[in-house]
């Protein structure tokens, strides 16, 4: 079993900074990529931003520039620093991670419950 809880959501004036934490726990052998997306109301849920094991990067066009995805040791956890937010960004923002259980085993898509960051004027 694997889980991810997110946190560091909140309340936070546009111009200003937030910086989200994903945290993986469980039966986990190797974590092959993480990423965070959001959804806000209406919308799809879009990619923010990706990392892969090997430290490759994916912004969305909407967040490069202002937000910068990271993790410590293996990628966990994770953690997107986001800088000069705008009213835009206000969204749930879910943790995603492709994790292998097991050495040889297959990869599953894990999803975080969401924290919602709300960008006021």
């Known amino acids: 079993q694997v889980q991810l809880v997110e946190s560091g959501g909140g309340l936070v004036q546009a111009g200003g900074s937030l910086r989200l934490s994903c945290a993986a726990s469980?039966?986990?052998?190797?974590?092959?990529?993480m990423g965070w997306y959001r959804q806000a109301p209406g919308n799809e849920r879009e990619l923010v931003a990706a990392?892969?094991?090997?430290?490759?990067?994916n912004y969305a066009d909407s967040v490069k520039g202002r937000f910068t995805i990271s993790g410590d040791n293996a990628k966990n956890p994770l953690y997107l620093q986001m800088s000069s937010l705008k009213l835009e960004d206000t969204a749930v923002y879910y943790c995603n991670a492709i994790i292998a259980t097991m050495a040889g085993g297959p990869d599953y898509n894990y999803w975080g419950q969401g924290t919602q960051v709300t960008v006021s004027s």
């Open positions: 990392i892969t094991s090997g430290g490759n990067t």
């Open positions: 469980g039966s986990i052998f190797s974590i092959k990529a």
